[in-house]
């Protein structure tokens, strides 16, 4: 426990300096004599074979982009084509000492990483493992178009396999690894251990050490390599994701089997330029990338330079590396020295550094370099070399011949099935737990105090009589919450949660009181604060196969993981093929009372990206059904909880809030109150000030009004909202999200659409102000309010006679706000 580690004021101010270790640089030395011991000579040449797989997959890629052929095959690729021709020993080096259980991460640069991961599996898996993978991977149907006129052993087989699956993927072939929908810089093999590939420069820096995460918690065999730029060094989700990795609490509160370093290596291919930007000497300051380990951790990581234009250099820097992992002593920084011909793209005409450069390096190139040494060591002929260029060339031409045919590789038919890429949005999974196996709890569930507390709670907010219990009494939003989520800890041993004060905190607003006791420390853990790094290896630790609650303290802090929660997280479902699966709850709390950047309702953005789910339940009953959909599906959920209602009883479901586990699904909107005569839509906590005005529409003017929760934003049933305009012809849209841009704004125009015929007068969004959020006690001025909502049904949809207008929605007032963008 953090509070066991007695900081010491005594210690901690005494003088002293900080001493780095040495950061070995190119020390590699050997001759390809002295590694006769350690490589046979099927071994030598494998290297060289992959290599040159590599050069020839991309040199094809190359030159169908500057001269629309290759090898007089023509062809039109408009997609992106991110070249690392002249890194090919870095690659093949890189993945040597892999298996199919070691996972690699890559960025947009990575097809010589997918090709080396994949034969560095095939060499290693037994005819029996491989045959199964390619026969069950898509039916078989990858299985069927290589199978067909092949002449060889299995392994050749899988060559073929590997190859044609990555092509047909790069030029969005239905056919290819991940349906066509991963493309260039999204491809990757899951069976083959090659995870998802990065368009999003540093990407992997973090999803990959939630991978590791995963190895770690739930013991798996392996690692987990992220292959990283060296201009990638400058970005955020790349530090973060260094800060997380490196978290002394590994070490230090991790118990057993769990203590110790995670399984990850951060792989620098520094091939000197991020674009046209030399990071050398121009765009960075570390000179050696290495350095960057001295400041992350007390082993600096272990980081090293190696040369990684020699691909034995590589290996045996791996091969030391993988002790240290094995012993627990990760993370470890590797800086591999490389460097590219190509430039960035095809449309690169590299007028950033000199041809003398270009050719130096040349000069000095990977394959034609290790060529000539297998030949001087009496390992290889010119002869033998020359033919494995000419097998492999001639399995490019076979491998484009059939990725271009549209017969045996079609696109996705989005005429004949113009709903698919919306069919693969969402797995629309439901999963008690992602594995079979006991799960690690503290003790029973019955004995844990915060659930003998809530057992002693009410669990409907009045008595019999209608009178409220006290706040004490009442079970309230906050034990919903706690009910789905310690219920899905006890099922599923996967399940891990953190963010910033999970542990013995209890979590920020007392949420997960009770889960410090239940849960061994592997399971609820403070992380950094570094939200980035928070959803980053939420993401990495459940496309590997398990199940996480990350927690965004405030929801403003949105903006920190922007990446990882617009770019990353509602993407990899279908840009996989749906190979993968998403089983993501992000836990994100609606603030106010702390100003302008705690205290905004960003819930309108997220729903405008394709493949999240969205929620915000206003009610304990909800809170707990949802939650625990939520925690059923496998799908990516934002899941908003408002501070202002945390301590708010059940008000609604007649019976209370149910012991027993229920789940109310996604998309459906309930009725709060009936009501004939206009209807209010409500997104979050304005649920309660909706049904303020409805009592004083009642009590003042004589009118009836229906108060519907939407629950969820998305997905979202209109059916109901239809149902009730039928009775009262009117509509008022609320949140406490800013006006301008909201989503109430396009459930406003869906309501339109659907239901013109039915409308009396045009829908009305009532949001907050399109200002910063003020202090706490200007808040009355700024989120809406009971008398806001009676203005806006006065003014724009029936008035309200004798009702004295508190704020102005006239239509002058509107348009001159909109003129100052307020």
């Known amino acids: 426990m953090p509070k066991s580690q007695f900081i010491d004021p005594t210690k901690v101010r005494q003088a002293s300096k900080i001493e780095f270790k040495d950061i070995p640089v190119n020390q590699y030395d050997k001759t390809i004599e002295e590694e006769k011991v350690n490589f046979s000579k099927e071994q030598f040449v494998g290297i060289y074979h992959d290599m040159v797989l ?18 007089g095959i023509g062809y039109n690729h408009p997609g992106p084509a991110h070249l690392s021709i002249g890194q090919e020993s870095a690659a093949v080096g890189m993945a040597y000492h892999l298996d199919e259980q070691d996972f690699i991460f890559g960025s947009h640069r990575s097809h010589g990483e997918i090709l080396a991961k994949g034969m560095s599996a095939i060499h290693k898996m037994d005819d029996e493992a491989l045959m199964e993978v390619m026969k069950t991977f898509f039916d078989g149907t990858i299985l069927k178009i290589v199978s067909e006129n092949h002449q060889g052993d299995l392994k050749s087989l899988a060559r073929r396999f590997l190859v044609y699956g990555t092509l047909a993927e790069i030029f969005a072939r239905e056919t290819g690894f991940n349906k066509g929908l991963g493309g260039s810089m999204h491809a990757f093999f899951t069976p083959f251990g090659v995870y998802p590939n990065n368009a999003i420069v540093g990407g992997s820096g973090d999803i990959a050490v939630g991978a590791a995460l995963f190895k770690k918690v739930n013991k798996k065999e392996g690692v987990v390599v992220a292959n990283i730029g060296d201009a990638s060094m400058a970005c955020g989700p790349v530090w973060e994701g260094l800060a997380f990795a490196s978290m002394d609490q590994f070490e230090q509160l991790w118990e057993g089997a769990y203590k110790g370093g995670l399984p990850i290596i951060f792989n620098i291919m520094n091939n000197q330029y991020g674009m046209g930007g030399q990071t050398c000497g121009e765009t960075m300051g570390y000179d050696i990338a290495a350095r960057i380990g001295a400041g992350v951790n007390r082993d600096s990581m272990h980081a090293e330079r190696v040369d990684g234009y020699n691909p034995l250099a590589v290996i045996d820097a791996y091969q030391r590396k993988l002790e240290l992992l094995k012993d627990k002593k990760g993370p470890v920084l590797l800086d591999v020295l490389t460097y590219r011909y190509s430039g960035h793209s095809p449309s690169d005409a590299s007028s950033y550094r000199s041809k003398e450069e270009i050719e130096a390096w040349e000069q000095q190139d990977c394959i034609a370099s290790y060529g000539a040494e297998l030949v001087k060591a009496g390992i290889a002929g010119q002869d033998e070399l020359d033919s494995i260029k000419a097998d492999v060339t001639e399995l490019m031409k076979y491998s484009m011949t059939l990725a271009i045919d549209e017969e045996v590789s079609p696109r996705m038919d989005l005429v004949k099935h113009p709903e698919i890429i919306g069919e693969m949005m969402f797995s629309e999974g439901s999963e008690d737990k992602m594995e079979d196996r006991p799960v690690e709890v503290n003790h029973p569930m019955e004995e844990n105090p915060r659930v003998q507390q809530i057992a002693k709670k009410e669990r409907f907010a009045f008595d019999a009589n209608g009178k409220p219990f006290s706040k004490i009494k009442q079970y309230q939003l906050r034990d919903g919450l706690f009910e789905a989520i310690v219920d899905r800890f006890y099922k599923d041993p996967t399940l891990v949660a953190y963010g910033e004060e999970n542990r013995d905190w209890g979590g920020a607003f007392a949420v997960y009181r009770g889960l410090t006791e239940a849960l061994p420390y592997q399971r609820l853990f403070n992380s950094p604060i570094s939200e980035a790094s928070i959803i980053g290896t939420a993401i990495g630790y459940a496309m590997c196969g398990g199940r996480v609650i990350p927690e965004i303290m405030y929801c403003d802090f949105l903006g920190r993981c922007g990446d990882e929660v617009f770019n990353q997280l509602p993407k990899w ?5 749906n190979v993968i699966k998403m089983p993501v ?35 304990p009953y909800d809170a707990k059904g949802l939650m625990n959909s939520a925690l059923q599906g496998t799908d990516p959920v934002i899941f908003f909880e408002s501070q202002r209602i945390y301590d708010i009883g059940e008000q609604f479901h007649q019976g209370g809030v149910p012991e027993e586990y229920y789940e109310i699904p996604f998309g459906e909107p309930d009725v709060k109150k009936e009501g004939k005569d206009i209807t209010i839509l409500s997104i979050g906590a304005t649920v309660y000030r909706a049904l303020e005005a409805a009592k004083e529409l009642e009590e003042k003017y004589g009118m009836s009004a229906e108060v519907i929760d939407a629950r969820s934003i998305v997905p979202f049933n209109y059916e109901p909202v239809i149902e009730s305009l039928k009775k009262t012809g009117r509509i008022l849209l609320t949140s406490d999200a800013n006006e301008r841009g909201s989503f109430l704004k396009d459930m406003a125009q869906r309501i339109t659409e659907l239901a013109f015929d039915e409308l009396d007068a045009p829908p009305v969004v009532v949001g907050s102000r399109n200002w910063i959020t003020p202090a706490y006690e200007l808040e009355d001025y700024f989120f809406p309010t009971k008398e806001w909502l009676l203005d806006a049904i006065h003014e724009k949809i029936v008035p309200l006679k004798g009702h004295m207008v508190s704020n102005n929605f006239t239509n002058a007032e509107i348009i001159r706000r909109s003129k100052l963008g307020i």
């Open 54 to 71: 590599i050069r020839e997959f991309e040199t094809m890629l190359n030159e169908i982009k500057i001269k629309g052929e290759y090898q």
């Open 573 to 577: 479902q279908a840009m996989s093929g």
């Open 585 to 619: 709850v992000i836990r994100v709390s609606v603030g106010s009372k702390y100003g302008a950047q705690h205290s905004q309702d960003w819930s309108s953005l997220v729903a405008h990206i394709p493949g999240l789910k969205v929620c915000f339940p206003a009610t």
